[in-house]
């Protein structure tokens, strides 16, 4: 089936404006931090959104931080998936019949091979639980 892992995702909400991404992004390369998985959008009412994942959070959050005080650090979920059609559907079949609420996920197929999401959930680490405890 999927492979889950609980990690630390970090959450920034800014001003949105031209560059602001660039300027992220530039600092946390300027440090040597890696991004692993990265979702950014705006709203209506000006605010820019940044959740990210990285090798190493304290250290981005430490950079980021100097520019953006509202970093929080909150647990996510990382499910790799193999690369097919309907792969999602047994993994979200499976949480919601346990009652467990998913609150946003984003992804990619970056290799051509898997598929990584990044869920948040209403319980990450039973939700891990559930997962892992599946059939390869």
Excluded: W
């Excluded at 996510?76 to 097919?84: D, T, W, Y």
């Amino acid at each position: 089936m999927a492979r889950a892992t609980l990690i630390p995702e970090l959450h920034l909400k800014a001003r949105n404006e031209p560059g602001l991404l660039g300027r992220i992004v530039i600092s946390l390369s300027l440090e040597g931090v890696d991004i692993l998985h990265l979702s950014a959008y705006s709203n209506e009412n000006g605010e820019g959104h940044l959740q990210l994942v990285t090798k190493d959070p304290a250290k981005a959050r430490k950079c980021l931080t100097h520019f953006i005080p509202a970093v929080d650090e909150r647990e996510a979920l990382v499910v790799e998936f193999e690369n097919k059609v309907g792969t999602l559907a047994p993994v979200a079949r499976l949480l919601g019949s346990h009652g467990i609420f998913i609150h946003y996920v984003y992804g990619t197929s970056g290799d051509g091979f898997k598929i990584t999401g990044v869920f948040s959930t209403s319980d990450n680490r039973k939700a891990a639980e559930l997962i892992n405890a599946q059939p390869a």
